[in-house]
């Protein structure tokens, strides 16, 4: 069975920062486009940001651009999500999704095809 762990979340101070981790249990990261999401209260799974597989490029959602930044490790297999000056409507679970082809859906309602998805981790912005 192919699994995502997120890992890095917690509670933080506006303007603060986290770093999240995002490994794979069953598969090798490094082959696929990796996309972070996040869920709220009351509110449909958005996409943040994602990492291309085949040339590594990055995407943002206009609402975190500036201050997220995606990064992958290939040889720890592992991506990151480093998120600086948060804010209060950051708060939420944040997923990581794999798609086996490209970054293009990433922002759709429907998620564009990632799956894989794992237990999340919890993202709180409060003063």
């Known amino acids: 069975q192919v699994q995502l762990v997120e890992s890095g979340g917690g509670l933080v101070q506006p303007g603060g920062s986290l770093r999240l981790s995002c490994v794979s249990a069953g598969f090798t990261l490094a082959n696929y486009a990796v996309g972070w999401f996040r869920q709220s209260p009351g509110k449909e799974r958005e996409g943040v940001s994602c990492?291309?597989?085949?040339?590594?490029?990055?995407f943002y959602a206009e609402s975190v651009k500036g201050r997220f930044t995606m990064s992958r490790d290939n040889v720890k297999d592992t991506v990151y999500l480093q998120m600086d000056n948060l804010k209060p409507e950051d708060t939420a679970v944040y997923y990581c999704?794999?798609?086996?082809?490209?970054?293009?859906?990433?922002?759709?309602?429907?998620?564009?095809?990632?799956?894989?998805w794992g237990q999340g981790t919890q993202v709180t912005v409060s003063s």
């Open positions: 990492l291309s597989r085949s040339d590594g490029g990055t």
């Open positions: 999704g794999v798609h086996p082809i490209d970054c293009k859906g990433y922002r759709s309602r429907t998620l564009g095809g990632f799956g894989s």
